[in-house]
């Protein structure tokens, strides 16, 4: 098979992309935030990196985590320059995100 041109894909709305996805959620946070290092990160690249949109800042300087939609990527994880303020692992088996076939 010869490729001729660029290949080229069938663009896909947010909601029929969101829609192949399945969130078993568990009662236990796979993500935990030190709320206390997140008050002094100047930073906040967890914010614009979330492909989820999962952070929150609160009014006091601290931050929220929403891991009920979350992907699992690990982005939050790579981009914090906090030491410590974000705690990820996996979560429970048969818990997290799947993707269902269309």
Known sequence: M???GPLTWPLVSFEDRMATV?????SRAHIT?????C???PARACI???PANLFVPTSDGGM???YEQC???GTCYMVCNGEGAISWSYPEGGHGVAFKRS
């Open 48 to 50: 614009v990196a979330c």
């Open 22 to 26: 399945d969130f078993r959620v568990s």
């Open 39 to 41: 008050r002094d990160c």
């Open 33 to 37: 935030l030190d709320s206390s290092v």
């Open 64 to 66: 929220l985590f929403n």
């Open 71 to 73: 992907f699992e990527c």
């Open 2 to 4: 010869s490729v001729t």
